[in-house]
C-alpha cells in the first residue's frame, strides 16, 4: 500500500528559480526513508508541503485516506500558562475526551439502561481500551523519561523552555499522539545520545512510516531503509542506508565520468572526422555533406552531456608542531560543581601525544565543563589540571566569536594571523572561500562556515594538541565532512566533546563518558566502547535475574542419610558457585574499562550460572523427595 505519492511536484519561491522542479516519488506503508540534499535543496520545503502548511505551485501530493501525518519542524502554539505537563497531556485529548464521556454514561446508566446507551458504552469502552487508554499516563511518563524530560521540565510553563527543550516535549507529543506518518526534521538536533538511541530504537519498532531529514549520519544509517537525495529540485533514489548512498554515488559520479569522458573523445574524433567530409565535399563530392550534417547532428546530442560535478574536498592541513616528552595532558584529583551540584570529582588521568580522546555523556553532565578547565577559562574547585611544557593548543569552542564581527573574512585573517593577503587568500580558498566568499562579513556568515573559518585560522599556527567542543552541532554534512576532511591528516594530540557518533567513531581511540557524576575512562574505539556498554549491562541484567534464586531456598522434611549427604554436597557447591559468582562481579566492576578481561568474566559467569541452575534443580528434587 502507498502511504505518500509525490507526482511532478513543483514550487518557487522566486520567479524563475524553482526549489522543487518536478519532483516524483512514492513511499510504501512502514518505510523509514532519508531524505538527503544540500542545504537549500527544498527538504524542510518538501515536509511543510506534505503537511499541508504549504500550497504546491502545481503538481500533486496523494496521502492515503485515513492517515494522520505527524510533523516536528515547528513549535505549536499553545495557551499562555501551558506547563510542559499539558503538552504532553494533550497527546491524549481524544482518550480524555472519550474517558469523560464514557463517565458521564456511566451515571446516565443509573436511570437510565436503554439498549443504545448501553451499546454506546460498550463500543467507547472498548474503543478506549484498544487504543491504550489505561496506559495513558504508563506511556507518557515512558516516552518523557527516555527522551530526557524530567519531573522539573513537565512541571516548568511551556513557554519559559529554552528551544532545544521544546524541540523534544514537541517530539514526545509527536510520538504520543501515535501519528501513522512521521514527518522528522532534524530530529536529534537538541538530543544527548542517550536519547538519539532511545528515539531510534523507538523508530525501529515504529509500526508507521518515517520520512527523516537529518544530518547525523549515524542516526540515518540505524534508521533509513532507504534514501532518497533532492538534486537540482528532482528525486534520485538509493536503495540502502547512509553509508549505502555514500558508496552508491560515487559510483554513480565514476560512472557518469566515464561516460562523460568517452563522450568527449568521441566527439573529437566526430568533429575531426566531419571537418574532413566537408572538405572532400567541397572538392566535387557533394554528398558528403549530408554525411557530415550526420555526424554533427551526433556531435550535438553527445555535446547536451554535463560533466559531473563532484563536492569539492578540503585542500588543508594542519601544520603539527613536534612534541617531546610524556603528557600532553595531566589532571589529578579534579573537581568541579555548581550552586551545589558536584559534576565530577576526583578525576584523574594523563594524556599522552597522539591519543585522541572523545568525551561522550547526556547534556548537563559537565562535558564542556572539563573542556573549559584543560584550556584554562575555568579553575578547578580542587585538583589541578596541566599541559606539557612543550604543548601548543588550538582550541574551537562549541560558539565560534571573532574580535570584530564586521570585518570580512579576508581580513579576520589578515588581521589575526598577521599574514599576507595572497597567504590568506590562499588558506580561504583551501577551506571553501573562494572568490567573493572571502569578502563575506564573519557575523553573516553560517555556523558551519564559522566553525570552518576559525578551523582555517587554526590550522595556521603549529599545533600538537587540538580540543574541540562539539565541532559538527548544528552542522549539514557537507560542513562535517569538512571538517572531518581537515582533521584526517592530523596526528597528534585531539580531545573532542561531541554526541556525533559517526565523528567519534571515525578519530576516537579512548572514550571519557560522563554518567551518574562518574567518568569511566576506555581505551579503545566508540565501537569497542558500545560493546563494552552492552556486555556490562548483560552482566547487570544477569545478577538481578540470578539474585532472586539465592534468597527463595525451599524448607524441605529431613530424608534418610544418604539423601541428606547429597543435600549437603549439592548445598556446599551452591555456596561455592555464589561466593565465585560474587567474585566475578566485583571483578567486571574492577576491570570495567578492559573489554578483554570483561568478556573473559562474563563468559565464565554465564557458565558457572548455568552450574548454578543445575545445582538448584537437584537440590529441589532432593527436597522434595520423600
Avoid at 458521564?104 to 474503543?127: K, V
Avoid at 579553575?379 to 562549541?398: C, H, T
Avoid at 564559522?450 to 599545533?463: A, E, H, I, K, N
Avoid at 562539539?470 to 560542513?479: C, K
Wanted: one cysteine or more; hydrophobic letters at 35%.
Amino acid at each position: 500500500m502507498i502511504d505518500i505519492s509525490v507526482k511532478d511536484l513543483k514550487k518557487s519561491f522566486e520567479v524563475g528559480h524553482p526549489v522543487l522542479d518536478g519532483l516524483s516519488f512514492d513511499i510504501t506503508a512502514g518505510e523509514r526513508v532519508g531524505i538527503l540534499g544540500a542545504n537549500g535543496c527544498g527538504k524542510t520545503t518538501l515536509f511543510r508541503l506534505l503537511s499541508g502548511e504549504l500550497r504546491e505551485d502545481s503538481g500533486e501530493i496523494t496521502v492515503h485516506r485515513g492517515r494522520r501525518i505527524g510533523l516536528i519542524s515547528q513549535i505549536p502554539h499553545y495557551p499562555a500558562g501551558w506547563t510542559t505537563e499539558d503538552v504532553l497531556r494533550e497527546a491524549h485529548s481524544g482518550l480524555r475526551a472519550m474517558a469523560e464521556r464514557i463517565a458521564e454514561i456511566e451515571r446516565q446508566l443509573e436511570n437510565d439502561s436503554s439498549s443504545a446507551l448501553l451499546a454506546e458504552y460498550d463500543r467507547l469502552s472498548d474503543d478506549f481500551r484498544r487504543l491504550g487508554g489505561y496506559d495513558m499516563d504508563r506511556e507518557r511518563n515512558r516516552v518523557a523519561n527516555g527522551l530526557d524530560i524530567p519531573k522539573e521540565m513537565r512541571e516548568r510553563e511551556f513557554e519559559l523552555l529554552s528551544g532545544g527543550e521544546k524541540t523534544r516535549v514537541n517530539l514526545a507529543r509527536l510520538i504520543l499522539e501515535d501519528t501513522d506518518i512521521l514527518l522528522l526534521d532534524e530530529p536529534t538536533n537538541h538530543l544527548d545520545l542517550r536519547a538519539t538511541e532511545w528515539l531510534e530504537d523507538y523508530i525501529l519498532h515504529f509500526r508507521g512510516t518515517v520520512l527523516a531529514i537529518s544530518h547525523d549520519r549515524y542516526f540515518l544509517d540505524t534508521v533509513a531503509q532507504r534514501c532518497i537525495e533532492i538534486v537540482n529540485g528532482r528525486a534520485e533514489f538509493y536503495s540502502g542506508n547512509y553509508s549505502f548512498y555514500v558508496v552508491e554515488r560515487q559510483r554513480r559520479f565514476e560512472e557518469q565520468l566515464k561516460k562523460y569522458e568517452k563522450d568527449q573523445a568521441k566527439i573529437e574524433q566526430l568533429e575531426k572526422a566531419a571537418a574532413r567530409l566537408h572538405l572532400w565535399a567541397f572538392m566535387g563530392n557533394d554528398k558528403l555533406h549530408k554525411r557530415a550534417f550526420s555526424m554533427e547532428k551526433r556531435i550535438e546530442r553527445l555535446s547536451q552531456t554535463e560533466r559531473p560535478h563532484e563536492a569539492r574536498k578540503l585542500q588543508a592541513s594542519f601544520k603539527e608542531r613536534n612534541f617531546s616528552g610524556d603528557e600532553v595532558v595531566a589532571m589529578d584529583g579534579l573537581t568541579k560543581g555548581f550552586e551545589g551540584r558536584a559534576l565530577f570529582s576526583g578525576l584523574s588521568a594523563i594524556v599522552e601525544g597522539g591519543e585522541r580522546v572523545a568525551i561522550i555523556g547526556d547534556n548537563g553532565t559537565g562535558k564542556s565543563t572539563l573542556v573549559k578547565l584543560i584550556v584554562g577559562e575555568e579553575e578547578p574547585d580542587a585538583g589541578w589540571v596541566r599541559r606539557g611544557p612543550s604543548v601548543r593548543m588550538a582550541y574551537l569552542p562549541q560558539i565560534v566569536r571573532f574580535s570584530d564581527p564586521s570585518r570580512t573574512a579576508l581580513d579576520t585573517l589578515i588581521y589575526d594571523c598577521r599574514c599576507t593577503p595572497q597567504e590568506a587568500r590562499d588558506s580561504l580558498g583551501a577551506f571553501g572561500f573562494p572568490g567573493e566568499d572571502a569578502l563575506k562579513e564573519v557575523g553573516t556568515l553560517s555556523g558551519g562556515e564559522q566553525s570552518r573559518l576559525r578551523l582555517c585560522m587554526l590550522m595556521r599556527s603549529d599545533v600538537n594538541l587540538l580540543i574541540l567542543d562539539e565541532p559538527t552541532n548544528h552542522l549539514d554534512i557537507a560542513s562535517r565532512e569538512w571538517i572531518e576532511d581537515a582533521l584526517s591528516g592530523y596526528g597528534e594530540a585531539l580531545i573532542f566533546v561531541s554526541h556525533d557518533r559517526y565523528f567519534i567513531e571515525k578519530f576516537a581511540t579512548r572514550i571519557w563518558a560522563f554518567e551518574d557524576g562518574e567518568i569511566t575512562d576506555f581505551r579503545g574505539s566508540f565501537a569497542d566502547y558500545r560493546a563494552y556498554r552492552e556486555r556490562r549491562e548483560a552482566i547487570k541484567q544477569a545478577a538481578k535475574a540470578a539474585a532472586p534464586k539465592q534468597e527463595k531456598k525451599p524448607p524441605r522434611k529431613k530424608g534418610t542419610p544418604e539423601r541428606e549427604k547429597q543435600l549437603r554436597r549439592a548445598e556446599r557447591e551452591i555456596g561455592k558457585l555464589e561466593e565465585r559468582i560474587k567474585e566475578l562481579d566485583a571483578e567486571a566492576e574492577a576491570n570495567a574499562a578492559d573489554y578483554q578481561r570483561l568478556m573473559a568474566i562474563g563468559e565464565e559467569r554465564s557458565e558457572l550460572s548455568g552450574q548454578l541452575d543445575a545445582l538448584y534443580e537437584e537440590w529441589e528434587a532432593l527436597s522434595e523427595e520423600e
